[in-house]
């Protein structure tokens, strides 16, 4: 089993700055990705930014330039550094570790609010 844990996020103007960060624990597989998720009251959960475990990241064009995503591997921890935050970034940020060779394999965190206010 797979612990995710997540810190960070809050309430911030727009044009300000959060990071969030996850932690993961447990029964760690090596070949994943590691990244941030987010939901918006009434809307689907769409994919923010994702980092393989050697490096290749996907961004959402609506994040591109704007955010930055990291990782640690020897922590098993990745962080989201969000910058010129827009009120349309308000959602429910969920970190999520999934396998790159077994898709049934895919963790979430509890998820941490954003809210930007304009």
């Known amino acids: 089993q797979v612990q995710l844990v997540e810190s960070g996020g809050g309430l911030v103007q727009a044009g300000g700055s959060l990071r969030l960060s996850c932690a993961a624990s447990g029964s760690i597989f090596s070949i994943n990705a590691m990244g941030w998720y987010r939901q918006a009251q009434g809307k689907q959960r769409e994919l923010v930014a994702s980092?393989?475990?050697?490096?290749?990241?996907t961004y959402a064009d609506s994040v591109k330039g704007r955010f930055a995503i990291s990782r640690d591997n020897a922590k098993n921890m990745a962080s989201l550094q969000m910058n010129s935050l827009k009120p349309e970034d308000t959602a429910v940020y969920y970190c999520?570790?999934?396998?790159?060779?077994?898709?049934?394999?895919?963790?979430w965190g509890q998820g941490t609010q954003v809210t930007v206010s304009s």
């Open positions: 999520n570790l999934r396998s790159l060779l077994d898709a049934t394999r895919q963790y």
């Open positions: 980092m393989s475990s050697w490096g290749t990241i």
